[in-house]
C-alpha cells in the first residue's frame, strides 16, 4: 500500500485520527488510573492501621516495617473523634514535596497533577490525603514515594498506548476494506471507461452508463456521459467537415483554374472598343480577381495554412459602395431592398480589404435574402465611425429577424443558418475573418424590427499566422 494512493493515504490518515483521539482519552485515562492507585495506598494503609487499632500492645519494630512496606508508605495517620493519631510511622527520607487532597481536587486538577508526576523524574516524598473506607475515621493521611507511582503510570500508558495503536490498524484495514468496496472500485471503473473512450471517442458504445449507487460518483459519471456524448457528436462533426473540406478543396482547385482563363479573358476587354464594354470590364476583373482569391484561400485552409490579414489603408466609403452595387446588381427584385450609408467620406481603416470585402458582402447579402424573402419593401444601412481605439463598422436591416436557433448558433458551422437550404457558413467565416484582425463580430439586437450586426476592428493589433507573427500598429 502506497501513500501516493487514495487507499494509503486513507488509512494513514485513519491511523494518525485515532491515536489523536487515543491522546485525549489517555490523559484523563492516566488521570483515574493515579488516583485510584493513590486510594488503593490509602485502603492499604488503613488495613496495615488496623493491626494495631485491634490490640491494646505495641507492635514489634519489624512488624510495623513490614506493613508499612506491604503498604507501600512511609506513615499513616488516622484522624478519628478530631483527634489526629499517628498509626504507623517510619524514617522518612526526605522533605515532603507536596500534599494531595483527594476529598477535594476536581478533575482538571487530577490531570495536572497526573502530568507533573509523569514530568517528574526525581523521586519526591509526598503526602496523600483521603476519606477512610467504611466511615473508619474523618480522614487518613499518609507519605509515599513517587518512583512506583511514575513507574505504574508509565506502564499503564504504554499499554493502552499499545492497544490504542492495534485498534488504530484494525479500524484502518476495515476501513480501507470499505473504502475499496465503496469508493476506489467504483473510481477505477470510471477510469477504465475514460482509458477505452479515449482510445476510440467516436464510439458510442465507449461511453459510459451512469450506475454508481453513491450520489456523488452517480453526478460525476454523469457529467462524464455527457461530456463524453458532447465530445463523440463535435468529432463526427468534425470529420464530416473534413471530408466536405476535402471535397471543397477540389472543387477550388478546379474552379480556379477556369476562372484564371476567364481573366485572361477579361483582361482584354478592356481594349474593347464598345464603352459599355470598357467600363463594365474592370468591375468583371474585380470580381474575377475576389473569385481567384478566394479559391486560392480556401485551397490554402484546406492545408491549415490560413494566411494573415495582408493590411492596407484604404477608403472604407469606397469598399461599402462596392458592396452595395455588388448586392444591388445581384438583388432579384429591383427597387425592394433601398441601401443606405452613413460613413464619412473621409473615413480609412487598416485592414485586409479583400477580406472585410467578402464579410461585409456576407453581412448584407443575409439582410437582403432576409428582406426579399417576406415580399415587402426593406432596408440595409451601412454606418461607420472610429474612437480611440478601434474602428467599428454597423450593418442594420428592418427585415424580419433572426429565429431563435439561428440567434443561438449563430457563429457555428451548419447550424446557424437563418434560410432553408443554407449552410450556415458565411457567418462563421466571417466572424473568423474579423478574429483574424483581433476583433470581433457581434450581433447586437435581432427582433420584428429587424437585426444589427457590429464590427469592431482594433487599431492596434498582432497578426499571427502558422510561421511567423507580425504586428501592425
Known amino acids: 500500500m502506497k501513500l501516493n494512493t487514495i487507499s494509503g493515504r486513507f488509512a494513514a490518515l485513519t491511523i494518525i485520527f485515532v491515536i489523536l483521539a487515543e491522546i485525549f482519552i489517555l490523559l484523563p485515562a492516566l488521570a483515574s488510573f493515579r488516583r485510584d492507585y493513590l486510594e488503593s495506598r490509602l485502603e492499604r494503609a488503613q488495613i496495615a492501621s488496623l493491626a494495631l487499632l485491634a490490640t491494646d500492645d505495641a507492635?514489634?519494630?519489624?512488624?510495623?516495617?513490614?506493613?508499612?512496606?506491604?503498604?507501600?508508605?512511609?506513615?499513616?495517620?488516622?484522624?478519628?473523634?478530631?483527634?489526629?493519631?499517628?498509626?504507623?510511622?517510619?524514617?522518612?527520607?526526605?522533605?515532603?514535596?507536596?500534599?494531595?487532597?483527594?476529598?477535594?481536587?476536581?478533575?482538571?486538577?487530577?490531570?495536572?497533577?497526573?502530568?507533573?508526576?509523569?514530568?517528574?523524574?526525581?523521586?519526591?516524598?509526598?503526602?496523600?490525603?483521603?476519606?477512610?473506607?467504611?466511615?473508619?475515621?474523618?480522614?487518613?493521611?499518609?507519605?509515599?514515594?513517587?518512583?512506583?507511582?511514575?513507574?505504574?503510570?508509565?506502564?499503564?500508558?504504554l499499554r493502552l498506548l499499545a492497544m490504542?495503536?492495534?485498534?488504530?490498524?484494525?479500524?484502518?484495514?476495515?476501513?480501507?476494506?470499505?473504502?475499496?468496496?465503496?469508493?476506489?472500485?467504483?473510481?477505477?471503473?470510471?477510469?477504465?471507461?475514460?482509458?477505452?473512450?479515449?482510445?476510440?471517442?467516436?464510439?458510442?458504445?465507449?461511453?459510459?452508463?451512469?450506475?454508481?449507487?453513491?450520489?456523488?460518483?452517480?453526478?460525476?459519471?454523469?457529467?462524464?456521459?455527457?461530456?463524453?456524448?458532447?465530445?463523440?457528436?463535435?468529432?463526427?462533426?468534425?470529420?464530416r467537415m473534413a471530408q466536405l473540406g476535402q471535397a471543397v478543396a477540389k472543387i477550388s482547385h478546379d474552379l480556379r483554374n477556369i476562372l484564371t482563363t476567364a481573366q485572361i479573358f477579361a483582361d482584354r476587354l478592356e481594349d474593347s472598343a464598345d464603352p459599355k464594354?470598357?467600363?463594365?470590364?474592370?468591375?468583371?476583373?474585380?470580381?474575377?480577381?475576389?473569385?481567384?482569391?478566394?479559391?486560392?484561400?480556401?485551397?490554402?485552409?484546406?492545408?491549415?495554412?490560413?494566411?494573415?490579414?495582408s493590411l492596407t489603408r484604404f477608403n472604407l466609403a469606397q469598399l461599402a459602395a462596392e458592396v452595395i452595387e455588388a448586392e444591388t446588381l445581384a438583388s432579384a427584385t429591383a427597387g425592394q431592398v433601398e441601401f443606405l450609408t452613413d460613413i464619412p467620406a473621409s473615413l480609412t481603416i487598416r485592414a485586409d480589404r479583400d477580406q472585410l470585402y467578402r464579410v461585409l458582402t456576407n453581412l448584407a447579402r443575409n439582410a437582403r435574402q432576409a428582406i426579399e424573402g417576406t415580399g415587402q419593401p426593406g432596408m440595409i444601412e451601412l454606418g461607420a465611425g472610429e474612437g480611440d481605439n478601434e474602428w467599428w463598422i454597423r450593418v442594420g436591416d428592418n427585415g424580419p429577424g433572426l429565429p431563435d436557433k439561428a440567434r443561438e448558433y449563430l457563429f457555428q458551422p451548419f447550424t446557424g443558418s437563418a434560410r432553408k437550404g443554407g449552410t450556415g457558413l458565411g457567418l462563421t467565416i466571417a466572424a473568423d475573418l474579423i478574429r483574424s484582425h483581433?476583433?470581433?463580430?457581434?450581433?447586437?439586437?435581432?427582433?420584428?424590427?429587424?437585426?444589427?450586426?457590429?464590427?469592431?476592428?482594433?487599431?492596434?493589433m498582432n497578426i499571427l499566422s502558422p510561421g511567423h507573427a507580425t504586428s501592425a500598429h
Not at 508526576?117 to 516524598?125: A, F, S
Not at 474592370?282 to 491549415?304: W, Y
Not at 476583433?439 to 476592428?457: N, P, T, V
Open 164 to 239: 490504542s495503536a492495534a485498534f488504530s490498524i484494525l479500524t484502518a484495514i476495515l476501513l480501507n476494506l470499505a473504502a475499496q468496496r465503496l469508493i476506489l472500485v467504483p473510481i477505477r471503473r470510471v477510469i477504465s471507461n475514460m482509458s477505452a473512450y479515449a482510445s476510440a471517442p467516436e464510439d458510442p458504445r465507449h461511453i459510459i452508463t451512469p450506475d454508481a449507487r453513491l450520489g456523488e460518483l452517480r453526478e460525476a459519471e454523469t457529467a462524464l456521459a455527457a461530456m463524453q456524448k458532447t465530445v463523440t457528436s463535435s468529432l463526427k462533426q468534425k470529420e
Open 59 to 157: 507492635l514489634a519494630s519489624d512488624l510495623e516495617s513490614e506493613l508499612l512496606q506491604n503498604a507501600g508508605v512511609f506513615n499513616v495517620v488516622l484522624r478519628r473523634d478530631d483527634i489526629r493519631q499517628l498509626v504507623l510511622s517510619s524514617q522518612i527520607p526526605g522533605p515532603v514535596a507536596v500534599t494531595y487532597d483527594l476529598r477535594e481536587t476536581p478533575p482538571w486538577q487530577s490531570i495536572m497533577d497526573a502530568v507533573v508526576t509523569l514530568w517528574e523524574r526525581e523521586d519526591q516524598v509526598i503526602r496523600v490525603i483521603g476519606a477512610p473506607v467504611n466511615q473508619a475515621g474523618q480522614l487518613i493521611e499518609i507519605t509515599m514515594r513517587t518512583a512506583p507511582l511514575r513507574i505504574a503510570m508509565i506502564e499503564f500508558g
Open 438 to 460: 483581433g476583433g470581433r463580430l457581434e450581433l447586437l439586437r435581432s427582433d420584428a424590427e429587424g437585426s444589427e450586426f457590429m464590427i469592431r476592428i482594433p487599431r492596434q
Open 277 to 309: 464594354v470598357k467600363r463594365a470590364a474592370p468591375k468583371l476583373l474585380n470580381s474575377i480577381t475576389r473569385a481567384v482569391t478566394l479559391c486560392e484561400t480556401t485551397l490554402a485552409f484546406g492545408k491549415a495554412e490560413e494566411p494573415a490579414p
